[in-house]
């Protein structure tokens, strides 16, 4: 079995992470029998210097034509870099949103789990921290207020800025599918998180959310208020399973719930339409500061390599054999320097990939 694989490896850490994830990929296919081809696409940053534009057609027709993209990170420090003088259609954020809306990518997840290996590095309660957790943000990522209509006018020397919040049944209820078929392999249990004491979308959420339940007799189904939500995941992350929720609150919770296990860097994400096809991405951000110094973590983009293997390509021995390397790395006490703990050994990205892909 041959795949095609579209490999977007960015701007900041992304390249150097990406490659890690690659070389992991690379033993792990050899073992179980399948062959994976790269091509490379550019996208953010790179491909304003190179095009411009951060995504060009050739890109978008290239992800077209993979069964899965890998990606490592766009975007550099918006303070200092001259990308942030475009106007925003043009900057590195605006590739990432178009590829998302241009293939349809509008299921989000984002699994946060805690290690055992990490508890220490969690910044929650020791008894929070003891208890565990494991949960997926299934985000809704090609709608609402992402994607509405903005505009800035000026009225008799008085600035306004417009941006719209809207969903059809029809978005929300693909993204709840997707969260309920999610849930029926995991815990069986779905937290929809809105704002319906106060959001018309919100109700409208709540209201095709809870006719998809009724099809879902054996999953546990309920509603919380966003704020509410914010305060449990660091109050009691361990009532959760699957949480699905709108674009922005999705954005927000999610980094959130990427926190409380203690880096960022540990964590995959998944964008998938309704075929097969996904775009895989570290959930952390491109991490200019420790560019090209061979120090970031390339966990998240290793398990998101995993979660493309088991997602768009079946192969979930080889994903859950990459899985098992992870935790057996963490075992035995290798950490890169967001994760390090007394009595750990410390180890570049590379070393880390090494480690790892070694384990296969
Ligand atoms: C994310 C990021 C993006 C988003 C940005 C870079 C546009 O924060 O993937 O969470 O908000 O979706
Ligand atoms: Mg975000």
């Not at 990205?349 to 892909?357: F, K, P, Q, S, V």
């Amino acid at each position: 079995m041959e795949y095609k694989i579209g490999v977007i490896r960015g701007d900041g850490i992304g390249p150097e992470i990406v490659n890690e994830a690659v070389k992991v990929l690379d033993a792990v296919s050899g073992k179980y029998g399948f062959t994976l081809k790269y091509t490379d696409i550019d996208m953010g940053g790179c491909s304003i210097d190179k095009y411009g534009v951060p995504l060009t057609d050739e890109a978008i027709d290239a992800a077209k034509a993979s069964d899965a993209v890998l990606m490592g990170s766009i975007g550099g420090d918006a303070k200092t870099s001259s990308w942030y003088k475009l106007e925003p259609s043009k900057r590195p954020e605006a590739g990432l949103l178009a590829i998302r809306k241009e293939l349809n990518l509008f299921a989000n997840l984002r699994p946060s789990m805690l290690y055992d290996e990490l508890k220490g590095a969690c910044p929650l309660s020791e008894v929070t921290a003891d208890k565990g957790f494991d949960m997926i943000i299934v985000r809704e990522l090609t709608g609402g207020l992402y994607f509405g209509e903005r505009y800035t006018k000026n009225s008799h020397g008085i600035e306004t800025a417009v941006d719209t919040l809207s969903y059809d049944e029809v978005e929300i209820r693909r993204a709840a599918i997707k969260a309920f078929d999610i849930a029926m392999k995991r815990n069986r249990k779905v937290t929809l998180v809105d704002k319906a004491n106060v959001l018309d979308s919100s109700r409208l959420w709540r209201k095709v959310t809870a006719k998809v339940a009724e099809s879902y007799p054996d999953v546990d189904y309920d509603t919380m208020l966003v704020d509410n939500a914010a305060m449990q995941l660091v109050k009691d992350p361990a009532q959760f399973d699957v949480i699905l929720t709108e674009n922005m609150f999705g954005d927000i919770l999610s980094d959130e719930a990427a926190m409380i296990t203690g880096s960022i860097g540990m964590l995959p994400s998944a964008s998938l339409n309704d075929t097969k096809f996904g775009l895989y991405e570290p959930s952390g951000g491109s991490a200019p500061d420790i560019a090209g110094k061979n120090v970031a973590n390339p966990i998240a983009t290793i398990l998101s390599a995993s979660m493309m293997l088991r997602y768009s390509l079946d192969q979930d021995e080889a994903s859950d054999a990459i899985d098992a390397a992870v935790k057996q790395v963490l075992k035995d006490g290798y950490r890169t320097g967001d994760i390090m703990s007394d009595g750990c050994t410390k180890v570049n990205t590379d070393e880390m990939g090494n480690l790892i892909a070694g384990k296969l």
